[in-house]
């Protein structure tokens, strides 16, 4: 089955720094990429995802990147405020299984 | 929000019980997946349902079983057979189970073994 790396598992940064998630994957056949993120206490909510016929993608200051050939995608932040501290997800699934597996988790901290 | 509802927020097990959690949304979504939340552990999925009177084992079912007599509800029972039952369970839907499709998450059911 599929198994989805995340890294780091935590990232501290400055506010108005950028931010970088990375993700790698087993499944040749996924093909599709998105990213949760839960604030504390709260539940998952998706804020991007991306398909495999697509490298790139944005939405205003997150964007994330695909590279198929070496099976990682990562999540990118910039200018970071106070309130992306949260834990994000990201996950993988393909066409002819239902499900999606999620990565580990990373906790990002935005410090003022 | 989001029109899914999880109940109760806070459940506690006593050794040998077997306990229900609840997970009812409104919106109108054929599928329903129950995930298991651990520490450092990201979201793993326990069971899901593409469609009423119909449901599959995830990655981690021994332990749990569910039903999904209703579209509307997809209830998660932990059995005595699950010996570290202690986690953070999510309930969440999409339109369908294809696995392209958003989830949208419940608030969660934080279930303690006494």
């Known amino acids: 089955g599929e198994n989805v790396e995340q890294h780091p598992s935590t990232l501290s940064v400055q506010e108005g720094d950028s931010a970088v998630i990375k993700c790698t994957y087993s499944?040749?056949?996924?093909?599709?990429f998105p990213w949760y993120k839960q604030e504390l206490g709260k539940r998952p909510q998706l804020i991007i995802d991306?398909?495999?016929?697509?490298g790139e993608k944005k939405d205003q200051r997150i964007a994330v990147t695909l590279n198929k050939t070496a099976k990682h995608f990562s999540l990118h932040i910039t200018e970071t405020q106070p309130e992306d501290s949260a834990v994000y997800f990201c996950?993988?699934?393909?066409?002819?299984?239902?499900?999606?597996?999620f990565g580990k988790g990373t906790l990002l901290t935005v410090n003022p | 929000d989001g029109g899914i509802t999880q109940s109760p927020k806070y459940l506690f097990r006593k050794e040998g019980q077997n306990v229900t959690l609840s997970c009812e949304q409104n919106?109108?979504?054929?599928?329903m997946y129950w995930y298991r939340q651990d520490p450092g552990q990201g979201l793993r999925l326990i069971y899901y349902?593409?469609?009423?009177?119909?449901?599959q084992k995830g990655d981690i079912a021994e332990g749990y079983s569910v039903s999904r007599e209703k579209k509307e509800s997809f209830p998660l029972t932990v059995t005595s057979a699950q010996k570290n039952p202690t986690a953070f369970y999510l309930c969440a839907s999409s339109i369908a189970a294809d696995g392209h499709e958003k989830l949208f998450f419940g608030s969660g059911t934080q279930l303690s073994v006494l």
């Open positions: 499944d040749s056949a996924s093909n599709y």
């Open positions: 919106l109108n979504h054929d599928a």
């Open positions: 349902s593409q469609i009423v009177n119909d449901f």
């Open positions: 991306i398909r495999s016929n697509v």
């Open positions: 996950a993988a699934s393909n066409s002819s299984n239902y499900k999606l597996t």
